[in-house]
């Protein structure tokens, strides 16, 4: 049966490879017996990749600077204004098999998944060039990471293809500018979305280097925060860490109160009660920076709901 298909494909300074992939989609979908009814290009670039875009009839969709992240969550919302029934999102660099398709699309047809992911370490020899050893162990930390916060098999954080429902996308919120990868896999997980993980083929670029992420492990300590905020960690730890700190506090400003005959005068005087102080000044420093990352999460995902309208 055909499917109405909208491809959402970041870019950052891909003037060179992105004529060569919007021509291999079309050709793709069109061999497939599906209806490709838009293109966007989720753009953060400062070279000509929109003006090329543009001229092959794409729509482009602006980042403003803020990140890649930023323009990929813009270009998925917009995408919803298409009506499509399965939204798919490829890297423009041409390291994704477009001919992969089809896998991808299967599961959300015969209605397994509501969001499919592409792995090149499922299985062996699926990246087809020398993957350095520090990306490698930058994509390893990632998916523990994810792991633990989604309870999930995944063995990749970065595959470049994906298929999910407009559901998905309807109900996707971010909170950073540069994770879209990982959140849309923690968001989709926590909405009870169904998540699969397929094999997919890595190819070489064509030319230059990866513009988005230039440094696997220094992109992984970026995104570490973001992630432990997204996912509710802040509210695990800092919480009830803080409560502990101000408790010890107590518990210390009790004994030297009785350890000096409940003397106000000594115990001011005790070199102890500097402790109390500090152990009071972590605790509610940890509480109120717990309590002050939830409420800036909450109010950037009102605005986020605020600032869509389709």
Request: aromatic share 10%.
């Amino acid at each position: 049966m055909s499917k109405n298909i909208c491809a959402v494909i970041p870019t950052k300074n891909e003037e060179v490879s992105i004529t060569a992939v919007i021509a291999g989609l079309r050709a793709e979908v069109k061999r497939l017996g599906h209806e490709l009814v838009g293109i966007i290009i989720a753009d953060d670039s400062t070279d000509q990749t929109r003006r090329l875009a543009k001229g092959l009839g794409a729509t482009v969709i602006i980042g403003e600077g803020k990140g890649l992240g930023y323009a990929m969550w813009k270009g998925l919302k917009a995408s919803l204004k298409f009506f499509p029934d399965i939204i798919v999102s490829m890297d423009a660099d041409g390291q994704s098999e477009v001919k992969e398709l089809e896998r991808f699309l299967k599961p959300v047809i015969d209605d397994e998944a509501d969001l499919v992911l592409g792995s090149r370490f499922k299985t062996k020899g699926l990246i087809s060039y020398s993957y350095r050893f520090k990306n490698r162990l930058g994509i390893f930390i990632l998916v523990r990471i994810l792991r633990y916060l989604t309870k999930l098999p995944l063995t990749d954080s970065h595959g470049g293809l994906r298929a999910m429902t407009p559901d998905v996308v309807k109900e996707l919120e971010m909170l950073g500018t540069h994770t879209y990868v990982q959140e849309t896999i923690i968001d989709a997980k926590e909405k009870g979305f169904r998540i699969k993980e397929i094999e997919s083929a890595w190819h070489p670029r064509q030319s230059g280097s990866s513009r988005v992420v230039s440094s696997i492990p220094v992109y992984t300590f970026y995104t570490l925060p973001v992630l432990v905020l997204r996912a509710g960690q802040h509210i695990k730890f800092l919480y009830p860490t803080g409560i502990f700190f101000i408790f010890l506090s107590f518990l210390d400003f009790c004994y030297v109160l009785w350890d000096t005959g409940f003397s106000l005068p000594e115990l001011i005087h005790r070199q102890s009660f500097h402790l109390i102080f500090l152990l009071l000044s972590i605790g509610l420093n940890m509480f109120f920076i717990g309590f002050s990352l939830e409420l800036i999460n909450r109010i950037k995902s009102r605005l986020d709901k605020a600032s869509t309208i389709f």
